[in-house]
């Protein structure tokens, strides 16, 4: 791959560096917070050279796989450091989108520094264990040291990474956690001190995250407003030197003891929840994370992972889940290796395949299994089966990295040597469930034929008809179209799990005006409370699912008006929703509607409608034909 190449097309694609607020990486997705994401180009950005696939849920997220930090360094070196760069990106519209972005800027960063150190402690009580290393030597607990570094001086790292996503100064905002942590500050407040007769809790600051991050977004405040009032001569030191004295003395008295109760409030949900659901949750966890991970929302669970490590020491759900789902990818990707016939999905899968079994599972997911239902259904069960079995061994981690056989000694308890050995039997458990399972349930004629239907387009009927047409002892339904638009494949819209037909197979249409119709007619099943989707049992028996935009449900029912409500029957052509389309584009939403027939295993369907032709209100798009 041409690392430079490749990160020029990327940066064309998203509008050139002045669009870029915010860039970094995880351990295989290139990750930019964007000024204004209507500019991208996200359909030329799914075939630049080195990118397996793009994500659009909050950040621009572009999958490159194990070469990502080289593309990284080369559109980082692009970019460069700017003067001129941009104070934020265009803020989202509501605040749960707001939220995740915020926080995965803030976490994502902190992931290697902390796998780093967790995984050289795991190592060092292993030879301890083995008998390779004395705990008592000098050696071993120079190195242990080290690795308790990213943890001890955690509240800096993110002060450092927060600061940074607001836009404050850096290295005073790390100055202002840095005094919390001060040896002689720990001392002081053992001893017992009060701030204008205020008193203030004695509480360890060391590796505790939650207040670092209010201390931040409150120094930030500061900094901001004292910056607008003081004179310029004096900003270089008066801005910082005023900031601080107001922003330390508060978060000793508020912020520090309310981030801390409420890291500890966490580890206590997370301790109860784990005790009363056990291995039901860990099973659990691991069978739908391939659609976690496919969407992002897997990095929601970095915060609960890192405060758990921080105040209880260790991880019971999220990575023993994830050891389970990783070795899952592993199996299935090696059985479809071994069972295709295609030379090119074979080598695909067994590269997917290793990597899997190492810890990145995005290779396996996007490359083999979330576009083959039966392999992924096997995923599923291989993560469910695997889960059952560490919950009911209740296996602990002890540091924070992706979970495979390289980082195995992450399960290295000093308490229980039964744990590593639980997490090794772990993986020939969820590797054979996923491995037998596709080897019985898929076969590659039935998946490639799913594949290519989208590529046949019928020539063979254009006039549009109102009735079902008998042929033989099958019968055929007119599906008029759902919207007034552009008719596209379901395989070319912009989410992964609508495109590869997990949901149903159908049609899909860029609306161009607001309004969705009932293409045929039917009995509504229910309508979402947020109103951007809708199902309904139409009268040949066909289940419907009508999904107005990608990821609008973030938009919390604003701009989408339910016409209908669950139990109403309804005609074609009967108006269903009315949306708001500007006001969904101008919040940054692709606003394709997508609408799949769930049960469609019984169901042909042959286009009428050419691909890209416009479609009006009554218009014919296909027809449905019931199967024998």
């Not at 001190?193 to 809790?201: E, G």
Request: net charge negative; charged share 15%.
């Amino acid at each position: 791959m041409n690392y430079k190449n490749t990160a020029e097309k990327i940066l064309q694609c998203v509008g050139g560096k002045n669009n870029i607020a915010h860039l970094t990486h995880c351990s295989t997705r290139v990750r930019l917070t964007l000024m204004d994401d209507d500019v991208v180009d996200y359909e030329a950005l799914q075939h630049v050279d080195g990118v397996i696939g793009v994500r659009r849920n909050v950040q621009c997220q572009i999958i490159i796989g194990n070469e990502v930090i080289e593309v990284f360094d080369a559109l980082k070196a692009l970019v460069g450091e700017r003067e001129d760069a941009p104070a934020s990106a265009k803020a989202p519209k509501h605040w749960g989108a707001f939220i995740l972005d915020f926080v995965i800027s803030i976490f994502q960063p902190l992931v290697p520094a902390i796998a780093g150190g967790g995984v050289l402690k795991s190592l060092l009580l292993l030879c301890a264990v083995l008998g390779v290393m004395d705990k008592q030597s000098q050696t071993y607990q120079l190195l242990d040291l080290i690795g308790s570094a990213p943890l001890y001086f955690l509240p800096i790292l993110v002060a450092i990474t927060t600061a940074m996503k607001l836009n404050a100064n850096v290295l005073v905002a790390a100055s202002c956690v840095g005094a919390l942590l001060l040896p002689n500050m720990a001392k002081l407040l053992a001893q017992g001190v009060s701030l204008a007769d205020f008193p203030v809790q004695n509480i360890a600051y060391a590796s505790q995250v939650f207040p670092a991050i209010l201390c931040v977004l409150f120094y930030a405040l500061m900094e901001k407003w004292i910056t607008k009032y003081s004179p310029k001569a004096i900003r270089i030191f008066f801005v910082p030197m005023v900031a601080m004295a107001i922003t330390v003395p508060v978060t000793l008295l508020l912020l520090g003891p309310l981030g801390f109760h409420a890291g500890q409030l966490m580890a206590t949900v997370i301790l109860y929840l784990f005790a009363h659901l056990g291995f039901v949750a860990t099973a659990l966890l691991a069978a739908i994370l391939p659609f976690m991970i496919a969407t992002g929302m897997h990095k929601a669970l970095i915060p609960y992972a890192v405060a758990s490590m921080t105040q209880i020491g260790k991880e019971l759900l999220y990575l023993p889940a994830s050891l389970a789902h990783n070795i899952a990818q592993s199996g299935a990707s090696f059985a479809v290796a071994l069972k295709t016939k295609d030379s090119g999905l074979r080598s695909t899968a067994i590269s997917a395949g290793i990597s899997a079994f190492f810890g990145i599972t995005e290779p396996a997911i996007y490359g083999v299994t979330l576009v083959r239902k039966r392999v992924l259904y096997s995923v599923m069960i291989g993560g469910a089966v695997g889960g059952t079995f560490i919950g009911l061994c209740a296996i602990e981690a002890f540091a924070l990295v992706g979970p495979g056989i390289a980082s195995i000694t992450m399960f290295t308890s000093p308490e229980n040597s039964m744990n590593l050995i639980y997490a090794l039997i772990a993986i020939p458990v969820s590797f054979f469930t996923a491995f037998v399972s596709v080897l019985l349930i898929w076969h590659e004629e039935a998946t490639d034929s799913e594949v290519k239907d989208h590529q046949q387009q019928a020539d063979l009927a254009k006039e549009q008809t109102v009735q079902p047409i008998a042929s033989s002892a099958n019968k055929a339904y007119p599906f008029e179209s759902p919207v007034v638009g552009q008719v596209i494949a379901l395989e070319d819209v912009n989410d992964t799990v609508f495109a590869s037909k997990l949901v149903g197979d159908g049609i899909a249409v860029i609306p161009s005006e607001g309004i969705l119709y009932a293409p045929i007619g039917g009995e509504i099943i229910s309508v979402y409370e947020t109103g951007h989707a809708i199902s309904m049992m139409a009268d040949n028996g066909a289940e419907l699912l009508f999904h107005i935009g990608i990821d609008t449900v973030q938009l919390e029912g604003d701009y989408f008006t339910a016409l209908v409500k669950a139990g109403d029957r309804v005609e074609a052509g009967d108006e269903l929703i009315q949306f708001d389309l500007d006001n969904i584009v101008a919040a940054g939403y692709d606003p394709t509607v997508m609408a799949v027939i769930a049960n469609y295993e019984d169901f042909q369907i042959e286009p009428i409608a050419e691909q890209e032709a416009k479609v009006q209100r009554h218009q014919t798009i296909f027809m449905l034909e019931e199967l024998a």
